[in-house]
């Protein structure tokens, strides 16, 4: 599975973005759960959402009511609509899907700058 990210960029703190990740190859039939991470250079990757194939929704408590996690199964591609971003929200985020059988794979990060 290849994942091609897009839509970070530069904005201002209140401000939004919308991330997308369109999935590709032979195995995304396979695709269970799509979802996105972030990662500061030097820590872990942490989860910020995901979504199931069947809609099932998590995200990390810091954006929930803030970011909105979707998926176009027809698609294969993960929206992050990020809405009100704070200074903090500021990071690398990755996009990662989990197949049934074939693995987990991840995406090159895109960079989101969020000014004060």
């Known amino acids: 599975v290849q994942l091609q990210a897009s839509g970070g960029g530069l904005v201002q703190a209140g401000g939004s973005l919308t991330l997308s990740c369109a999935a590709s190859?032979?195995?995304?039939?396979?695709?269970?759960?799509m979802g996105w991470y972030r990662q500061t250079p030097g820590n872990q990757r942490d989860m910020v959402a995901t979504?199931?194939?069947?809609?099932?929704?998590d995200y990390a408590d810091y954006v929930k009511g803030r970011f909105t996690i979707s998926m176009n199964n027809a698609k294969n591609t993960v929206y992050l609509q990020m809405d009100n971003l704070k200074p903090e929200d500021t990071d690398i985020y990755y996009c990662?899907?989990?197949?049934?059988?074939?693995?987990?794979?991840w995406g090159r990060g895109t960079l989101v700058t969020v000014s004060s």
């Open positions: 990662k899907t989990i197949t049934k059988r074939s693995g987990n794979y």
């Open positions: 190859g032979r195995s995304i039939y396979e695709i269970n759960i």
């Open positions: 979504i199931s194939r069947v809609g099932t929704i």
